[in-house]
């Protein structure tokens, strides 16, 4: 099953919580709340608001950070995803 997005909707999987740091610091309790920090599955086309179109900014692959109680979770084939709107992305994280 896959899911489209429609509008200016986004489909985000979050990415899972550093348990450990870069130099082997184990974090404990970091499992307990996951990060607001996403991978992009899926990008609906764009939308019209108050006609004026409304360009998807965002593409799939990309890494994003996003507002934190803003969405609603969808659970397809046993993995766990996100859809937003575009507007409650609040960046593109850069390598």
């Not at 899972?16 to 991978?39: D, N």
């Amino acid at each position: 099953m896959t899911l489209v997005p429609l509008g200016d909707r986004v489909v985000l999987k979050q990415l899972e919580a550093e348990e450990t740091t870069k130099s082997g610091i184990v974090l404990p309790g970091q499992s307990k709340e996951k990060p607001q920090q996403a991978e992009v599955i899926a990008v609906g086309p764009g939308a019209t608001v108050d006609g004026k179109e409304v360009k998807m900014q965002v593409s799939v692959g990309e890494k994003v950070i996003f507002a934190q109680y803003s969405g609603t979770k969808v659970k397809i084939d046993e993995e766990e995803f996100i859809v937003i709107k575009q507007e409650d992305i609040l960046a593109v994280v850069k390598d």
